[in-house]
């Protein structure tokens, strides 16, 4: 079976620090991976997303990941934290199977002045 | 591409009610998927269309919950004698999938269910 673990439920950072949200995958098969972004009480925005291309994947508001297939990784990362990026991040994995998203519990990141 | 919508927005019902929710998915995509999120969770698998067929259900959807998508357009959602353990944000996603495609699901802004 798939799962996604999203390492630390809670991260807090300062305004232009950097970001780092832990996301580990165990999948038999090379997966599809997905960051989603979600602000109170609205839907899930996606981030970026890795399809078996390049590794390192770049997403939206200077947000990246790197696949690490030895590491079963796909850890976030954004170079300088905006107030803007206070939001809750989820990791998810598709395929290997199954036709559904499977998300991890999420990390909610806090950022403070 | 207008993405993806749902409505209501909001439900607020008493318990044994019946509840419906709408999902119109971007208009190009086969494939509408529902998922059910509670606080503090990621969102939960529920059931998937593509096209007009209902091709997986969750073992989460008991007997009281009924979905469909007549057309293959929009989707409704039905709980029947709603229970306070429904009370959840109700997501709907849809995707376009193919040779060419990555299968990435974009989600509509949610219907929250309150059950009293």
């Known amino acids: 079976a798939q799962s996604v673990t999203q390492l630390g439920s809670h991260v807090s950072v300062s305004e232009g620090a950097l970001v780092l949200l832990r996301c580990n995958y165990s999948s038999s098969v090379p997966p599809y991976l997905f960051w989603y972004v979600q602000y109170p009480n609205q839907g899930l925005q996606l981030l970026l997303k890795y399809t078996s291309a390049a590794t390192l994947v770049k997403g939206i508001n200077g947000f990246e990941a790197e696949f690490k297939k030895s590491e079963t990784s796909f850890h976030l990362t954004k170079p300088s934290a905006h107030m803007s990026d206070a939001a809750e991040y989820f990791c998810?994995?598709?395929?290997?199977?199954?036709?559904?998203?499977?998300f991890g519990a999420g990390t909610r990141l806090a950022v403070h002045p | 591409d207008t993405g993806v919508s749902q409505d209501p927005r909001h439900k607020i019902t008493k318990r044994g009610q019946n509840v419906t929710f709408r999902c119109d998915p971007i208009s190009e995509h086969n494939r509408l998927y529902w998922y059910r999120q509670t606080l503090g969770q990621g969102p939960e698998f529920l059931t998937y269309f593509q096209n007009e067929a209902q091709l997986e259900k969750s073992r989460l959807l008991s007997d009281r919950f009924s979905a469909e998508r007549p057309k293959g357009s929009f989707s409704t959602l039905e709980i029947q004698r709603t229970e306070q353990g429904d009370s959840a944000m109700y997501l709907c996603?849809?995707?376009?999938?193919?040779?060419?495609?990555?299968?990435?699901?974009?989600f509509g802004p949610g219907t929250r269910l309150t059950v009293l």
């Open positions: 998810a994995v598709f395929g290997g199977g199954y036709n559904k998203l499977i």
């Open positions: 996603a849809s995707s376009l999938t193919g040779k060419l495609s990555t299968d990435t699901q974009y």
